[in-house]
């Protein structure tokens, strides 16, 4: 089956820093979610970008399909930020049940 | 209005008994889906369920776990006799069409003592 990886694993900032997390999928898929993962477990939907470049506020992402990978920044880190980052995939079959990366843990100091 | 709601949010049970967790995704989602995180791992899938029947389903959804969806708006999984490997974090997702993105609930954390 499809493997995600994600990098870092781990990623710890000072308040007001930028960051970049790289996600790599291992076959070519037609769309791709970024979820944030709060301290309290939810699982917060912050993209959904199958190729290009979306932005949001103080995050954006960028997808490029034909090389396998997305990428998702991260400006003007704030502490409200930290939690576990996720990249998901969906397996092209059937009902397209999605795929989560290994996740990068972001946690933001003051 | 969110698009998934799940309850409970915490649900603690003694090994052995039975669990229902419910979703309520919007009304013009049909693709639902039911994920599972143990405690610091990543999330994985357990069951996807469309025109009420289970399209399909990982090894982790064995003879223990069941879904349906009884009334057109609840989405239930149900754990016939749980066990300590059970307790984990469960999602629900939905979405109107395959090829769109899924929606969560906030999950229902299971805790099996």
């Known amino acids: 089956g499809i493997q995600v990886e994600q990098s870092p694993p781990d990623l710890i900032l000072q308040e007001g820093a930028n960051s970049t997390l790289r996600c790599n999928f291992s076959d070519s898929v037609n769309n791709l979610q970024w979820f944030h993962q709060n301290p309290w477990g939810q699982l917060i939907n912050l993209f959904y970008?199958?190729?290009g470049t979306k932005q949001n506020g103080r995050l954006s992402a960028t997808t490029v399909a034909t090389e396998r990978y997305s990428l998702l920044y991260i400006s003007s880190s704030q502490t409200t930020d930290s939690g576990v980052y996720f990249c998901?995939?969906?397996?092209?079959?059937?009902?397209?049940?999605?795929?989560f990366g290994t996740g990068t843990r972001l946690l933001v100091s003051p | 209005e969110p698009e998934v709601t799940q309850t409970p949010s915490h649900q603690v049970t003694q090994m052995g008994q039975e669990v229902i967790l419910r979703c309520v995704p919007i009304?013009?989602?049909?693709?639902f889906y039911w994920y599972r995180q143990i405690l610091g791992q990543k999330v994985e899938f357990l069951v996807s369920f469309y025109n009420n029947e289970i399209s399909e389903k990982s090894e982790i959804f064995d003879d223990q776990f069941s879904v349906e969806r009884p009334d057109g708006s609840n989405f239930t999984l149900k754990i016939r006799s749980t066990k300590l490997e059970d307790s984990a974090m469960y999602f629900c997702a939905a979405t109107r069409d395959s090829n769109q993105p899924q929606h969560f609930g906030d999950g229902t954390r299971l805790s099996i003592l």
């Open positions: 970008i199958p190729s």
């Open positions: 998901a995939v969906p397996l092209n079959t059937g009902f397209q049940k999605l795929v």
């Open positions: 009304s013009n989602h049909l693709y």
